[in-house]
């Protein structure tokens, strides 16, 4: 079972919920619970969890293509086959050149080129490590190289890491609406969208909700922050029957606490009392 959690805007709260759920429910499921952390530029789940030790660092790469010009005739069909201009060829002047910021290692110049002027390297793409905790079944992340665009490709990496044997699974997602947001819910079962009760929470739940619903993925809305901002939020659960999961009050105390990388000590009875609400309603869809 998988369970993602997202939000279509940054500082919602998305983190801070992925990290309590993970330990709400690893007490609710006997430690059966890992938490993957796929937002791979800026990983930042193991923040809290200042005793984790790590168990296993994983250099990853991709394969991309490497042009030998001395076989090379300069036809320009693996430029041509390229879909996203990776290739670059110059017939009068011998060029040839790949732009590995924009490969996507899809492998069709390989096809492509009748020459043998092609071979296979490997590409840095950063790292997944596994670490353990004191509680559930430990946290992976992966961490991009820097440079690299290709989030989409490592979070695919990532997410292969899980240890199957475990009850549940939770991916923590980017940010926004994109590409590696898109991956990152494609194998869940179900989606928490994490928001908050403003303007700009509101404008961005709508996108991610019109995303969710063109991928058939079940979700349901936690409200962080809810004893702030307007009730715009909640008017348009209601209208589109959307599940409301939970309503996080704000705490000045617990934000202290975030800041300082206590997230999970001294949690306020108020708080504590939402997530168990949250667990329990989330209870029927792990099982």
């Keep these: 079972m998988q369970i993602a959690i997202a939000s279509g805007k940054g500082g919602t709260g998305k983190t801070t919920v992925s990290v309590n759920l993970y330990y709400y429910l690893s007490q609710k499921y006997n430690n059966k619970v890992q938490l993957i952390d796929c937002d791979v530029e800026e990983p930042n789940d193991i923040l809290f969890f200042p005793e984790a030790t790590m168990k296993k660092e994983t250099e990853v790469f991709t394969i991309v293509p490497e042009i030998d010009t001395t076989k090379c005739t300069f036809c320009k069909k693996c430029a041509d086959w390229c879909e996203f201009n990776a290739i670059s060829i110059v017939k009068t002047l011998e060029f040839a050149e790949v732009n590995y910021e924009l490969c996507h290692s899809c492998g069709a110049c390989f096809e492509a080129c009748s020459f043998e002027a092609i071979k296979q390297i490997k590409n840095p793409l950063g790292r997944i490590t596994e670490y353990q905790t004191t509680f559930g079944s430990g946290i992976h992340e992966g961490r991009l190289e820097i440079g690299s665009a290709m989030q989409t490709a490592l979070i695919k990496k990532v997410k292969k890491h899980t240890d199957s044997q475990q009850l549940l699974t939770l991916l923590d997602a980017p940010p ?20 908050e009760p403003t303007p700009f929470g509101l404008h961005d739940l709508t996108i991610t909700v019109e995303l969710l619903k063109e991928l058939n993925k079940p979700f349901g809305v936690i409200v962080n922050k809810a004893n702030l901002g307007n009730n715009a939020v909640f008017d348009f659960l209601e209208k589109n029957k959307i599940t409301l999961l939970g309503k996080i009050p704000f705490s000045k ?3 202290a ?13 108020e708080v504590n009392a939402t997530y168990q609400q949250i667990v329990e309603q989330l209870h029927p869809i792990i099982n």
């Design 176 to 195: 926004g609406t994109s590409c590696p947001v898109v991956e990152t819910v494609a194998t869940a079962n179900y989606v928490i969208l994490v928001t």
């Design 253 to 255: 105390e617990y934000a």
């Design 257 to 269: 606490n975030y800041s300082q990388g206590d997230l999970l000590n001294n949690i306020p009875p």
